[in-house]
């Protein structure tokens, strides 16, 4: 599918800018980190996990562990897609039961994703408490669900796409606001 | 009601005859052949563009009654015959009860009387409830009307028995046909062994199962000075014992089913229930064997071996389905199609094993050729035709036919047995 | 996305490498479930399965199961015992009633090579094949081969020696068929009457000789003997496979060192294999029952997951 890119609305510096801060805020409201976990979501949400980790870890020299969750066995569109999802390990370690998990994505949107991700988190144990980290909001809810942090909230038409890019795997720190091109 | 035939080529390989002739038939007898007949008060029949030949025999069909005749009957296997362009079925003996007597002979000679619509000649059993153990009453069969002897559907395993028939049968001068399987190689075969048996999971029957037998009849004839023919032959190596024994001039004659020249073994990738027969379609050599066999006349008959099956019988998992293929309306368009057209067999050859050799075979005398004097059973082809197999038209009760949906060009348009026109619509 | 376009599993024969794979990498993803406290993901919920099975068999039929179990189908078990003499309803019949209750998915085991493809061409559910007659037996040639990635990574030029009675062998048709389709290179050794020499045009190498065919193996697959063949001539004695054919230290210290030891089972300790290399740490057979329960997870999951498409070749 052709894509037209609309705008970039975030580049390298402002997406540092804003981990540093959502940092700042997690260390304020978690007073135990030895009790923190961070689950990244498939993909790019592993990324930002990892991010944070490193983060906290030179603030406050602490290792906060970070696990890989693949939501694709809790979807809930399962039986209507088209083609299916390549299923991917999900690789947690380490217990999350009495934890507090910190769940991060890249993108938040209807909220299924984290409906799924949540879902899986309680068969894998019983944490303490989940929050959520996600890099960018862009509304339309379809779910009571809402983010702890959020790198930036970015009203969007349902036409369009955000597409979060980084470094790990797409050569760049960006946030893009794509279309799909008008038909010939 | 006199027939006259008019300009159809005419062509009888027991004269040598081949041109464009017109034929006088009256009360059921051939009177006149020659180039141009006049003739009042005869129904013409316009043959032109059309082969005019002695009607066609089938020495191997299985009518299945008595007692099967929920999957054919007398009548419905003579329409599938006459549809499929045969003036004579040779009907073998394993019906239920088996053809080992007087009585069922009877039984099968006065019901084709009077419900067949075309010649039925019985071929009686060898052995009493094709046991294999102990002989039937020979020539009271033959006195009832058997043509010939077969244990078909099985073979005689024991060979003093089968030598006993032999030497019997031969001062009766009636033909043993044998239907080659030494049944413990064969055992629970499903299809030919070889690459393709091993590559589908199914047991295998080997070549060996039929070239043995073939091999040991040849032997037990040839002692006897007796005559054999090999039902459906299917093996390279049984072409080989075949062509040797002829050579010494051992009396065997072979006849060979279209399927076997036709399909191997590779195509039962499909389990394809109507692709199991016995014996098995077999690999790429015995199909090329066979083709150079009916070529050079080491095999002698086409034949059908007409095997009607249920639907629900053949709509099961490979292992259950019994054997055999409802080949009578099929056989003449598949012949002509692949090998007459094509030029691989002349038409005269192909006319040749489909009705000289069998009545010469049988010893029917005033069949298998058109002259004064001969029966007026007459078998007419269109060899442009164009037909696509259609098993549900089919007129036998059974559809077991693996070639629906073939698109053959060569048809058989009309008989006519006993000096009338059969036509299986009406 | 993934690219897996089966509606049914009925042969290792008509999957791709991309297929194969597609299994295999899934399998690797689901096997992570078993090991949690909660062996359960949601994504089959809902879904009916059906193990018909017509042959004995406790060991795939539990298999199946808990796969279907784990992935949070339902699940029924279907067995009916064959015989030669089989009295009453067909096998078509059976499967037409069982459709009238809307299963998605039928597992079938059949003495019939074949079978599960027939029943394909008039049921509307997806089939899965769990062993046809002599034919084939994908998911084992599946978890064999996910077994077999575990220890050695790749496929491509590994000598695998299958050992056995090859000509009667589903596990081993499918393990030929796949392992070729991989690139590794595959050797069956047995005795003659049960390694017919046509084998040698599936690709593979054919020896009589056990102990020359091991020199360079990397995986040593021991099948199961059955005493029947015996009883149908096929070797002499049981005393006399053994000597000739059975896996026992000394022979495996002819392969190559770390080459594993796999067996489909039920293993014969003292006829195929001894039981020293059967509990030896070389050999992955638990190993393969457990892989059984991923490689089936992930068919499941790949045949039902997603719309329902229609009939793929």
């Known amino acids: 599918m052709e894509e037209k890119i609309k705008a970039r ?46 983060l906290i870890k030179e603030l406050e020299k602490i290792e906060v562990p970070v696990g890989v969750l693949d939501i694709t066995l809790y979807r809930d569109d399962f039986a209507e897609l088209e083609t299916q999802h390549m299923v991917q390990k999900t690789e947690i370690d380490f217990p999350i039961s009495k934890k507090d998990v910190l769940l991060v994505d890249d993108v938040l949107f209807t909220g299924r994703t984290i409906r799924a991700a949540m879902d899986s988190l309680f068969d894998l144990g019983r944490p303490q408490s989940i929050q959520l980290l996600v890099l960018i909001d862009r509304g339309h809810r ?32 960006e946030v893009l606001i794509t279309e799909p091109a008008k038909l010939e | 009601m006199r027939l006259l035939i008019k300009n159809g080529r005419v062509v009888d390989p027991s004269s040598g005859t081949d041109e464009t002739m017109d034929i006088l038939i009256d009360k059921g007898k051939i009177v006149d052949l020659k180039a141009k007949i006049e003739s009042e008060n005869a129904q013409v029949i316009d043959a032109s563009r ?43 003996p394993n019906t239920h009860p088996a053809n080992d007597n007087r ?30 153990e102990e002989l039937t ?52 075969g499903l299809m030919h062994e070889g690459f393709s048996s091993h590559l589908f999971g199914l047991k295998g029957i080997p070549a060996s199962a039929e070239d043995i037998m073939v091999a040991r009849d040849i032997i037990l004839a040839e002692a006897a000075n007796a005559r054999i023919h090999i039902a459906h032959l299917s093996t390279s190596g049984g072409v080989y014992f075949v062509r040797e024994a002829k050579k010494r001039k051992v009396k065997v004659t072979a006849e060979v089913t279209p399927h076997h020249l036709i399909l191997t073994d590779s195509a039962l990738e499909s389990y394809n229930t109507n692709l199991k027969v016995n014996p098995p379609l077999r690999g790429q050599d015995d199909v090329q064997a066979l083709l150079d066999a009916v070529k050079e006349g080491v095999v002698d008959v086409f034949a059908t071996d007409h095997a009607p099956h249920t639907a629900e019988e053949k709509d099961v998992e490979f292992d259950r389905a019994p054997c055999g293929i409802d080949g009578l309306e099929t056989a003449v368009s598949l012949l002509l199609d692949k090998f007459v057209n094509k030029n691989i067999i002349s038409l005269a050859r192909f006319i040749e094993m489909f009705s000289t050799r069998p009545a010469q075979i049988l010893g029917l005398k005033d069949k298998g050729r058109i002259a004064p004097g001969a029966d007026a059973d007459l078998t007419i082809l269109n060899l442009h035709k164009e037909i696509v197999v259609d098993v549900h038209r089919f007129f036998s009760k059974s559809h077991n036919n693996p070639f629906h949906g073939w698109k053959l060009k060569g048809a058989p348009t009309m008989i006519i047995v006993n000096g009338k026109i059969v036509d299986p619509w009406s | 996305m993934l690219e897996f376009k089966q509606r049914h599993l009925l042969s290792i024969q008509n999957l791709d490498v991309s297929d194969i794979m597609a299994i295999l990498d899934t399998a690797e993803s689901l096997a992570e479930i078993s090991t949690r406290e909660v062996k359960k993901v949601p994504t089959l919920r809902g879904k009916t399965v059906v193990n018909l099975f017509f042959e004995p068999s406790t060991r795939t039929r539990s298999s199946f199961e808990l796969a279907a179990k ?3 189908a339902d699940i029924i078990n279907f067995s009916q015992q064959t015989s030669s003499v089989v009295k009453g309803e067909t096998l078509k019949d059976t499967v037409l009633n069982l459709e009238a209750m809307n299963p998605d998915a039928l597992i079938i085991r059949h003495s019939c090579s074949g079978a599960p493809y027939f029943v394909s061409t008039f049921c509307r559910s997806h089939v899965i094949n769990a062993g046809d007659g002599s034919h084939e037996h994908p998911t084992q040639a599946l978890l064999d081969a996910f077994t077999i990635r575990q220890q050695k990574k790749n496929f491509k030029n590994l000598r695998v020696v299958i050992v056995g009675d090859i000509l009667h062998s589903r596990v081993a048709r499918s393990n030929i068929f796949l392992l070729q389709k991989v690139g590794a290179q595959v050797i069956l050794v047995g005795p003659p009457p049960l390694l017919p020499e046509e084998f040698k045009n599936f690709g593979t190498q054919i020896s009589y000789d056990l102990d020359r065919a091991l020199e360079g193996a990397d995986v040593i697959m021991m099948l199961r003997i059955q005493k029947e063949r015996q009883d149908a001539n096929f070797f002499p004695s049981i005393r006399e496979y053994r000597n000739l054919y059975c896996l026992t230290e000394k022979r495996y210290n002819l392969a190559n060192k770390d080459a594993i030891i796999m067996h489909p089972g039920p293993i014969n300790r003292g006829v195929e294999i001894s039981s020293e290399m059967a509990d030896s740490i070389k050999s992955v057979i638990l190993k393969q029952v457990e892989n059984g329960i991923s490689i089936r997870m992930a068919v499941l999951y790949l045949l039902l997951g997603g719309k329902e498409r229609e009939t793929a070749d």
């Open chain 1, 9 to 54: 609305v975030m580049d390298a510096g402002k997406i540092k800018r804003s981990l540093d801060r959502m940092t700042t805020e997690i260390l304020e409201r978690n007073r135990n980190l030895k009790n923190l976990v961070i689950v990244g979501i498939r993909t790019r949400g592993i990324y930002l996990g990892k991010r944070i980790s490193q």
């Open chain 2, 137 to 188: 009453d020979m020539a009271d069969l033959i006195s009832a009307g058997a043509v010939a002897f077969s244990d078909n559907g099985t073979c005689v395993q024991n060979s003093l028995v089968m030598r006993r028939a032999l030497e019997y049968s031969n001062f009766l001068q009636a033909p043993i046909i044998d239907h080659c399987e030494d049944l413990s190689l064969s055992r629970d």
């Open chain 2, 50 to 92: 059309l082969v005019v030949a002695p009607g066609f025999i089938d020495m191997h069909t299985h009518l299945r009654e008595p007692g099967q005749e929920d999957k054919e009957d007398i009548h419905t296997a003579s329409l599938a015959a006459a549809s499929g362009g045969f003036t004579s079925l040779c009907a073998m």
């Open chain 3, 70 to 72: 784990r992935l949070s």
């Open chain 1, 142 to 173: 379809e779910l009571p669900i809402r983010a702890d942090y959020t790198g930036k909230v970015l009203p969007t038409s349902r036409r369009e796409i955000v597409q979060v890019r980084l470094i790990e795997i797409d050569e760049t720190d």
């Open chain 2, 103 to 132: 009585g069922v002979t009877e039984y099968i000679l006065s019901e084709a009387s009077r419900r067949s619509r075309v010649n039925i000649f019985p071929i009686a059993a060898i052995t009493k409830g094709l046991k294999g």
